[in-house]
């Protein structure tokens, strides 16, 4: 079946320009996660969903980084007046929340370079 | 708060052995994962331990003791397409898994 996949893969961006950063989750499920990974790093959290309810955002670095899962199931997260710090793979992730294991499937990550 | 530690990288020869190991301090415990990475790619699921023990699965192999806060990832066999990074990743008390920054393994011939 399908599997967690992103939009754009690249993307770059000229300092203080807004992006905007898609997910579209395994059909059915209910957790979305959000992470950042720099070169050389493990992935970072930033976010999280549970169906359309964002129940943490303890890992969005400010308040230029907005997230959304309005119907819950596509996700975007949106940068605003990037900045050259914000240059990154940004990785979603799903699981299904489905017994205990509830494995994390990611997508391909969008590699963001802010110049 | 959670720190999770491993070796930055490790080398091994193409048939050999080598276990990569994961160290953890945290807020309750729900799980302990290990990720596979190839460069510019998604990380993929390799194993889940919750339990203290071992769980086997083909040529890779996962260790839990919750007592020591502490787990290996244990490659048999190994081949050149096990050159990546290795991601070790728990989750705590609020069930959001919190990720080491990785091993990178290199495998040569």
């Known amino acids: 079946g399908a599997g967690v996949s992103q939009s754009p893969r690249y993307k770059v961006a000229k300092r203080g320009q807004d992006v905007a950063l898609r997910c579209d989750p395994i059909s059915g499920h209910v957790s979305l996660f959000w992470y950042q990974q720099a070169l050389g790093q493990g992935p970072e959290f930033l976010t999280y969903f549970q169906n359309e309810a964002q129940l943490d955002k303890s890992g969005l670095p400010s308040d230029r980084f907005f997230a959304e899962r309005p119907e819950g199931s596509v996700s975007t997260l949106k940068i605003q007046r990037t900045q050259q710090e914000d240059s990154a793979v940004y990785l979603c992730?799903?699981?299904?929340?489905?017994?205990?294991?509830?494995?994390?499937?990611f997508g391909p990550g969008t590699r963001l370079l802010v110049l | 708060g959670q720190n999770i530690d491993q070796p930055t990288e490790m080398t091994a020869t193409e048939g050999a052995i080598v276990q990569i190991n994961c160290t953890y301090q945290t807020s309750g415990f729900n799980g302990l994962f290990w990720y596979q990475q190839h460069a510019g790619e998604a990380p993929t699921f390799l194993s889940y331990?919750?339990?203290?023990g071992l769980e086997e699965k083909g040529r890779f192999s996962s260790f839990l003791s919750r007592s020591k806060g502490y787990s290996y990832l244990l490659l048999k066999e190994l081949q050149m397409k096990d050159s990546a990074s290795y991601l070790c990743a728990v989750r705590g008390g609020s069930y959001i898994p919190t990720f080491g920054r990785g091993t990178s393994l290199i495998v040569h011939p």
């Open positions: 331990n919750v339990l203290d």
């Open positions: 992730a799903s699981s299904s929340d489905r017994g205990q294991q509830e494995t994390q499937y």
